[in-house]
């Protein structure tokens, strides 16, 4: 399988709500993730839901390396795969900042998010995950959760004004820089 297509604004299946992972620790979410791994070094991206393959499950991957060169200035999250995650608000405090998304592609967009937030879950193998996180690692948590309950980014917007086309909003960025 290894790269697959990721769907874009648009498409149907990018709007459900998706289900809860049953299954841990099975062949079928091993190479799932395996594939969605594949498929978001390959688009550069900080993230990548299963919905946003055609995937209709409670699953993220996330998280920035070292060498990323779309976020050469950005925090490193560590590497992490997140199954039916609750993400709660830790305090009222928000921060907006600039978003994209591997299914927009070529748009960024400034999003309100929660400034801290807690966020339990899974990984593969059943084992539980308990963060409280802030800055960018909120931000990127709260992005792909979001993708789990059929939210896209432009829907989080406020202010259209800090809406447009990447080479435009940053020139110089390289045209295929989305998340
Ligand atoms: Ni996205």
């Given at each position: 399988?290894?790269v ?82 609750v ?57 792909e ?35």
């Amino acid at each position: 399988m290894g790269v697959r297509e990721i769907l874009k604004m648009g498409d149907p299946r990018l709007l459900r709500m998706a289900q809860p992972v049953t299954d841990f620790d099975s062949d079928v979410l091993h190479l799932l993730i395996t594939d969605m791994l594949d498929t978001m070094l390959a688009a550069n991206g900080a993230g990548l839901a299963a919905p946003q393959i055609g995937v209709d499950l409670q699953l993220v991957i996330f998280g920035s390396h070292a060498r990323n060169p779309r976020y050469p200035d950005r925090p490193v999250v560590p590497p992490t795969v997140l199954v039916n995650p609750v993400i709660t608000p830790m305090g009222a405090l928000e921060e907006k900042d600039w978003e994209g998304c591997l299914s927009v592609p070529g748009l960024r967009g400034a999003v309100p998010r929660w400034s801290c937030i807690r966020y339990t879950g899974f990984d593969q193998y059943g084992d539980p995950i308990d963060r409280t996180v802030d800055g960018f690692h909120a931000r990127v948590v709260q992005h792909e959760c979001d993708h789990l309950m059929g939210t896209l980014y432009p829907m989080r917007m406020r202010d259209f004004t800090q809406f447009g086309y990447t080479e435009v909003l940053f020139p110089g960025t390289a045209a295929d820089q989305d998340d």
